[in-house]
């Protein structure tokens, strides 16, 4: 089983960037989607779910309106595209995939940085 995300990398304040998260080794369509998020000295935490076929989408209070998670199953790979984006964005990004609680998989991460 592997996700591997890319996409990161350095944006100034305003801006764009997008992730994306390609997962093999098991059956993507049938797994919830997530991307998270950690900052040094915090807790990792939850930016966005997609369902298993994309048509319900939850996201972070902190990111509403900004980042824009879809996945394609036929490719197997899920996007989180971030816009506006802001120096308190800037942390190691993780690709997740959930069976069940308790059943799921990572990414090792790609890291965000927003600076001028």
């Known amino acids: 089983v592997q996700l591997v995300e890319s996409g990161g990398g350095l944006v100034q304040p305003g801006g764009s960037l997008r992730l994306s998260c390609v997962g093999s080794g098991f059956t993507f369509r049938h797994y919830v989607m997530n991307w998270y998020r950690q900052s040094p000295g915090k807790e990792r935490e939850l930016v966005a779910r997609i369902s298993t076929a994309g048509d319900s989408t939850n996201y972070a209070d902190s990111v509403k309106g900004r980042f824009t998670i879809s996945r394609d199953n036929a490719k197997n790979t899920v996007y989180l595209q971030m816009n506006s984006l802001k120096p308190e964005d800037t942390a190691v990004y993780y690709c997740?995939?959930?069976?069940?609680?308790?059943?799921?998989?990572w990414g090792k991460g790609t890291l965000v940085t927003v600076s001028s």
């Open positions: 997740n995939a959930r069976f069940v609680p308790g059943l799921d998989y």
